[in-house]
């Protein structure tokens, strides 16, 4: 118990105070039925520093650790090298420690880094504003969509087969609740995205058309068209960018007109983390700001005229105008957000391009090397760091033979789409400058041998 | 390309009253300003090396991006300094107590960040393999298996990813389970007047009808009217316990079996947990769901305002509707019950809350702080957060006006109001103050209950002498109030600003750097 200050004399000074006989006296409110008279029967009692970091560390160890093998996983998550600054410098604990920053005298630290978050969002998606961070790139698609419900007072949102089936499973199970429509389907193992097909789908119904980009099969398409298809029948287009590096590479969504743009930021500082936290990426047009969910960071001047930030449009929150708020979101994902934003400042404009075109590189690589093992053929013929391939057999048991040569191959489409048949045997890889010709090599060897 | 071609100008010395000089750089010593990365960076500095990319074709389909983004890059000396120079504008609970009603701010320990930081949590991809994670999924499984045996429940659903979005999962299983009894009709749902603002919220976006119910005078909710309100429109409650008045809601239980004996189910937001656990399990009050924010009771960091956590567990009747996905042990080891394994216990199942697993990083935290506790730490934890709010509220209640002193013990928050001070004088006057004196303000305005709330949470990770210390500062400061010292109007003095215009930022939005003062400059 030793985060707990008090002594037992401190206790029984502060009792007398109160006028307390004891602690119990505290929990007079609580129905005698309910009270119960001591430590809860069947948990174990405290323990030392020594013994908690020996059952921990005992149970990390019988995970298999994305940096000790050759690895080739994304879909959604992809594992990046992340400085050892941007860790040292969220711990501190002035930004570890800190809470929301409701009193902005003294919490600039948080609000300025918010501010530049925005910005540096904003310029990556190529939106006019982004917020100061969601919970996660499939909540934060799933907000969109209803952001786009508001705006059009229309109901159907028309989602691309090409968008993470996680993202749309998330956006069924809260349409089933807010009476939206979602088209949804799955994808097709074609080197063409779904673009025409969502452009034909559009009426006057329709509230948006959300599109991944790269989508879940690494393919990648302009959107242009797609998003003159949208306005023309005064709908909204939304990007998702699961994969943030990929913009250093290739045009952003904001470029080609999309209304809103989603993303998730995890591959910049926040690190793999078995699926969390991430920290989901919110930028809009100008003109929609004020139906944007989360929370906003904006500048201003204090009383003595230095320039100073807080947080702002709170009136769209929860807390001021309950059940007719934007959104319910409450907390936001702060950390996280510093952690993107300190690695996005120690990249630059220089070092995120250069780190795309590396990614790139090897992915192209990775494509052509794997494209020569009997049997595998690639399905795409744009990607950025991501492809996928289709084995003669299903892809899925050949995964989990994989792992226990211990190579972490990629992620099975049969896992991602169990129902699906048609997409069984494809196998979604996804390189990244962690990835060595070593590792390369070796998956494609393991591949040719497991498929021999 | 450099983002701002004048870089950054420090404003000119100005002579300021006191005496004191004014600096060239606007920094007073060790109190820095700092510039935006877009004034001090460039598109040409980086912070990082990368090897250089092999030479290969590119297979960008022909969307090579040819425009600037404008991303400023600074070395990592630079970097380092920035970032360390913004920490110090911060308040935090590493330099001082953070009394925050409702919010829980309590001591965060290192070893829980260095167990989280172990590769073999940070470093596992979701979509691994299951027969590779195994590990991953114990933790999942033993922070389960202590949610649901404090709070006396019967399953858990780890995938919210914070408080409010516990909420919705919560009253998506509510309407889940409404619908697969065919009482889809069923569509209010009553939420006292003391709640969280997220409640109403919540309700209201998952399609119901919110109607308040009102507060009775010593500070709980009134259960007469919440039963007569009760029939067959109502999909249920939605109950803060303890409630934000720093009170247990004594009729939890006879408001509990009113409301099933009515169809309807019972949601208890558990942001207050932490007041409880260990001494009280919900699951004995009636409760069918209830959110557990993992942060507050079971201390992982706030970041400044996130990652929160917050798993929500069910009763036995509510169970069958729980999110996926799942972790579940078998006598192999363990599974992970997605859409694609559902079997016939989870086809129920409302669906998918979010992309992968929720806050893995939480969840080791908070079993490092949970088995560092213990099933006797706990109870501990409990019963001194309870004993430092009433210490508090006792030691202030001649001082401040406590609507509800009267009202039994508090739980682990004291509330007061401005009833008291000179004219023209509010809470957040005492609330700038107290940042001169070196303290986070309390909550403020809230509940909207009592007129000017000043909503005080110690937490149990505070010393004696640190709570002598502060009720002696607010004691003061109150004094001061009641007193219609002036310069209260002006506080903070002392803080690395003056109070800010929220109304300017609020009328003319500047949400992204411009570069006005590269304009201004030329």
Redo the contacts between chains.
Sequence with gaps: ??????TDT??G???S????SS?D???????E????S???A??????S?L???R??????????????VP?F?G???Y?HHV?A?V???????????????Y????????L?????F???V???LGT???N??M?????ACWEAIGMARRITKRGKAILSSGL?P??V??A??MA????DALETSAPTLTAETDIDALIAAIDGDTSCVVVQYPDILGR???LTPLADACHANKALLIAVVTEPVA??????PG?MDADIVVG?GQSLGV?????????GLFGCKDKY?RQMPG??????????G?R???L????R?????????T??????????A?AFS?H????????????A??N???A??A?ERLAQVPGVSLV?????NEFTVTLPVEARPV??TL??RGV?AG?SLG??Y??EDALANGLVIAVT?TTTAEDIETLATALQEVLA | MTINQSGWKPSAPEAKDGGAPATFTGNKALMLEEALIFEIGSTDTTGVDIVPAPKAASRLGGLTRDAAIGLPGLSEPETVRHYTRLSRQNYAIDLGLFPLGSCTMKHNPRLNEKMARLPGFSDVHPLAPVDTVQGALEVIHQLAHWLVTLTGMTSVAMSPKAGAHGELCGILAIKAALEKRGEGHRKVILVPESAHGTNPATAAFAGFKVEDIPATADGRVDSEALKARLGPDVAGVMITNPNTCGLFERDLKDISDAVHAAGGYVYCDGANFNAIVGRVRPGDLGVDAMHINLHKTFSTPHGGGGPGSGPVVFSEALTPFAPLPFVEKTGEGFRLVEEETADEHHADSFGRMVAFHGQMGMFTRALTYILSHGADGLRQVAEDAVLNANYVLRSLENTLDAPFANSGPCMHEAIFSDEGLADGFSTIDIAKALIDEGFHPMTMYFPLVVHGAMLVEPTETESKAALDQFIGALRSVAERAKAGDASLKTAPHFAPRARLDETQAARKPVLVWKETLAKAAE
């Design positions: 118990m030793r985060y707990l200050p008090l401190d206790r000074a502060m009792l105070v109160i006028g307390a602690v006296d505290l929990f007079v409110d609580v129905p039925a309910a009270r119960l001591g430590p809860i069947g948990l174990p009692n405290h323990a520093e013994a908690v970091e059952h921990m560390t005992a149970l990390a160890r019988k995970n298999t650790v994305a940096g000790e690895f996983l879909c959604g998550a594992r400085p600054s860790d040292h410098m969220i711990q501190r604990g002035e930004f570890l420690t800190a809470y929301t920053p009193q902005p005298e003294i919490a600039q630290g948080t300025q880094m918010l501010f530049e925005q910005t540096q904003a310029r990556l006019d504003v982004a100061a961070s919970y996660d790139g499939s909540t993470h996680h993202y499973s998330v069924k199970t089933k609740y807010t009476g990648i398409a302009d913009l250093g590479a290739i045009r952003s470029e998730e690190g793999l983390q078995f699926g969390g936290p991430y920290v700001v929370r906003l960071c904006g500048e201003t001047v204090d009383a003595d230095k100073g930030f807080v702002t449009l709170s009136t929150e929860q807390h001021i105008r309950r059940e007719k708020a959104s319910n979101i409450c907390t936001n994902s702060g950390l996280c510093l300190i996005m400042t120690l990249l630059g404009e220089k070092g995120l391009r250069d780190l075109g590396l790139h590189a090897l192209v690589h494509a795409n013929d744009a990607f950025f995964v989990r792992a226990e972490l992620v896992r991602l169990p129902g400058e």
